[in-house]
C-alpha cells in the first residue's frame, strides 16, 4: 500500500524527462561559457530543442486531459455521496474516521490505530468515511471524482469532509487541484476500495 503510484507511469516518466532536459541544457550553458567564443550552438539544435519542449507540453497536457475523462466516466449520481459540512461528526455514524495530511507534493493516511499509508487508503465498499484533512505548507485542492467532491485546504486549519466509498471494488483516484509547486502533477493518491461490503450504519470497526 505504501507508494502506491510507483515510480512508473506517464507522469513519472515525463517528470524524469523534464529532469534530464534539465540537467542537459546546463551542461550546454557550461559548454558554451567555457568552449572558445568561436564555438556556437547551431540553430537547427536550438529550434530542435524548443520543438522537442513544446511536443512535451502538449503530450502532458494531452495525457492528463485523457486520464482526468477516464476517471471521470461512469461516476455514479451525485446522491449522498459526499459532504463538506453541515453534520455532526458524533452523530452521523461513520464507519472508518481519518486523518490526513498534504504537503507538497503528496498525500498521508493514518487509521484509527495511527498506522499511516503514504498516497493509499484502503477501505471497504460502500463505507461512509470521515476524513480530517490538514495541509502542512501551502493550499492544496482536495479531489475525489468518484464521490464527486472538492474541497480546498489552508495551511493549519483542519478541513472535515466525509465520502462514501463506491460499491464497486477498485483503485479510484484521489489528487490535488490547486497548484503547490513543481511536483503539483504528481499530488495523487489512490482510494483502494475492497474487501466486505458495507456494514450496518454506526458499526465500528475493531482490530
Keep these: 500500500m505504501n507508494y502506491a503510484l510507483g515510480l512508473s507511469g506517464n507522469t513519472a516518466i515525463m517528470f524524469a524527462i523534464t529532469v534530464a532536459l534539465g540537467v542537459a541544457g546546463i551542461a550546454a550553458l557550461a559548454m558554451a561559457l567555457a568552449w572558445p567564443k568561436r564555438w556556437r550552438l547551431r540553430y537547427r539544435m536550438e529550434i530542435g530543442f524548443v520543438v522537442l519542449l513544446l511536443a512535451l ?44 495530511y498534504t504537503f507538497q507534493w ?64 477498485g483503485k479510484y483516484l484521489i489528487q490535488c487541484l490547486n497548484y503547490c509547486g513543481l511536483g503539483h502533477a504528481q499530488m495523487k493518491a489512490w482510494l483502494v476500495v475492497e474487501g466486505a461490503g458495507h456494514r450496518e450504519p454506526g458499526a465500528k470497526r475493531h482490530g
Excluded: C
Excluded at 463538506?84 to 486523518?99: I, N, W
Excluded at 498525500?107 to 495541509?135: C, T
Design 106 to 169: 503528496g498525500f498521508i493516511f493514518f487509521d484509527e490505530q495511527g498506522k499511516a499509508s503514504r498516497n493509499a487508503l484502503k477501505v471497504a465498499p460502500g463505507e461512509k468515511v470521515l476524513f480530517n484533512i490538514m495541509s502542512n505548507d501551502v493550499i492544496h485542492g482536495l479531489n475525489i471524482p468518484a464521490a464527486q467532491l472538492t474541497t480546498e485546504l489552508d495551511p493549519g486549519g483542519v478541513r472535515s469532509i466525509w465520502i462514501r466509498a463506491p460499491d464497486a471494488p
Design 57 to 100: 507540453v502538449i503530450y502532458a497536457d494531452v495525457d492528463s486531459g485523457r486520464t482526468y475523462q477516464a476517471y471521470e466516466a461512469n461516476l455514479p449520481e451525485p446522491a449522498a455521496l459526499s459532504g463538506t459540512s453541515g453534520f455532526d461528526a458524533k452523530r452521523a455514524g461513520f464507519d472508518r474516521e481519518v486523518r490526513v
